[in-house]
């Protein structure tokens, strides 16, 4: 089962598929019947808030994982009338196309976490996380949190793309994979790069990149770059091939990261790790291809300080090319 799915929503049938498709995943990944219920409906709110108001639509469900618990991520896009007061659109009874009201209020009572963002007459951004058991509240918080949309390109069965990570309090390290091409022979080359990143995490990001140069050999090849975090140093070392795109961003300023040209497994004219200063509170951002380059974060009021899911929702939404697989990974340091 894919776990990671793009549903357009756009009249009610699509709605009741987007909720089929959803609880079928839910029941994979180890939910219970009274949390099924909850994704149910909270899907089918999110859902039917697209029909009612949202011009081009779409879902994206997918699994998510922390602390070693599975979970469900909805992620409702559009760009409809947007919301002029968030805060009042979440109250119960409150409706601006003749329904009871309740759907915000209860996609926000059933969900273990809710984030909204929402530009008026430029769309909306709907996150909610549901967990297949409750989380621990006595985990302290991983140094950065995540949101990744990664999918393939329409009419595909699997994603060329992929991406890892390893998180803990002295280091974090990220992976961006692009499979040269599409299909399964791009996924193959992406995934065996993600194998190689887990076997030799302790290792730098220019030593990582040059042994999945090596192991990549028998595949087609991929585009990819690995971004190391430290903490400790306040620095970001990043080594990449191809065009990965990667940035740091902060609400004073950004810098984008040198990658060099070539295909890790064929042809690499050089394999170089730079490193940068990290800005407390900054985010990092790692992009395929299938993600244009004309985004400025800047241009979005606000979404810099909203879950990173919802940022790389966003900038799916409106700088996606719909001709390639695209992934969109955005770490926030929680500070």
Request: hydrophobic share 40%.
């Amino acid at each position: 089962m894919r776990e990671s799915l793009a549903l357009p929503i756009e009249e009610q049938s699509q709605a009741g598929e987007a909720r089929r498709s959803a609880l079928a995943l839910a029941s994979h990944l180890g939910f219970n019947e009274t949390d099924r219920g909850k994704v149910g409906i909270v899907v089918t709110e999110v859902a039917n808030n697209l029909v009612r108001h949202a011009r081009d639509g779409v879902l994206l469900v997918q699994a998510i994982e922390k602390y070693n618990i599975m979970g469900l991520e909805v992620l409702a896009l559009d760009t409809g009338p947007g919301m002029d007061n968030i805060g009042e659109c979440m109250e119960d009874g409150f409706s601006t196309a003749g329904s009871s009201g309740n759907g915000l209020g209860a996609i926000s009572r059933l969900s273990g976490f809710v984030d909204i963002y929402s530009i008026p007459n430029a769309g909306t951004a709907i996150l909610s996380q549901l967990w297949a058991s409750p989380l621990p509240t006595s985990k302290p918080l991983e140094n950065l949190e995540i949101g990744v949309v990664c999918l393939p390109k329409p009419g595909e069965e699997v994603c060329g793309d992929a991406w890892a990570s390893i998180i803990n309090q002295e280091r974090s390290l990220l992976l961006v994979a692009d499979g040269l091409g599409h299909g399964p022979q791009a996924a193959q080359a992406s995934t065996e790069a993600v194998r190689v990143f887990q076997e030799n995490v302790n290792r730098s990001p220019q030593e990582i990149v040059a042994a999945i140069h090596q192991a990549l050999r028998s595949t087609r090849g991929a585009a990819l770059a690995i971004a190391e975090v430290n903490f400790e140093h306040q620095s970001v070392r990043f080594a990449g091939v191809g065009n990965i795109a990667g940035s740091v961003i902060w609400p004073d300023g950004s810098y984008n990261m040198v990658s060099y040209n070539g295909t890790v497994g064929h042809e690499v004219r050089k394999i170089q790790e730079f490193t940068y200063q990290w800005h407390p509170g900054a985010i990092l951002l790692l992009h395929s291809d299938g993600l244009g380059t004309q985004w400025r974060l800047e241009r979005y009021p606000g979404l810099i300080y909203k879950h990173p899911s919802l940022i790389a929702g966003v900038l799916y939404r409106d700088f996606k090319r719909v001709r390639d697989d695209v992934t969109v990974l955005v770490a926030r340091e929680n500070v």
